[in-house]
């Protein structure tokens, strides 16, 4: 069992930058694969990045590539976000999430998941 919690979000003006972190409780959070996904109003929820058990292989989405960095502290039980050069179609709830083992980006694979912190990107 994993308990999940999102801070970080905020309001942000185009071109800025915010980092979202994600603090993790309870068994083994180093045998977890964990990633972000995002929902804007109105749309389904969308694969941002990823990252494996061991912290050295990341994955992203294409709308983020080259913009976000996804990271994580096994010893801390923490995830990180760094999100730069931010676009108003950015403006999501951003929710992390924790799946044992391997990753992959279907929101549906997750096991677990935080309450969402809110990312508010103005034009």
């Known amino acids: 069992q994993v308990q999940l919690v999102e801070s970080g979000g905020g309001l942000v003006q185009a071109g800025g930058s915010l980092r979202l972190s994600c603090a993790a409780s309870g068994r083994a959070f180093s045998g977890y694969a964990m990633a972000w996904f995002r929902q804007a109003a109105g749309k389904e929820r969308e694969f941002v990045a990823g990252i494996n058990v061991r912290g050295d292989t990341t994955y992203y989405g294409d709308s983020v590539k080259g913009r976000f960095t996804i990271s994580r502290d096994n010893a801390k039980n923490a995830v990180f976000l760094q999100m730069n050069s931010l676009k108003p179609e950015d403006t999501a709830i951003y929710y992390c999430?924790?799946?044992?083992?391997?990753?992959?980006?279907?929101?549906?694979?997750?096991?677990?998941w935080g309450q969402g912190t809110q990312v508010t990107v103005s034009s």
């Open positions: 999430a924790a799946k044992a083992y391997i990753f992959t980006p279907t929101p549906t694979d997750y096991n677990y």
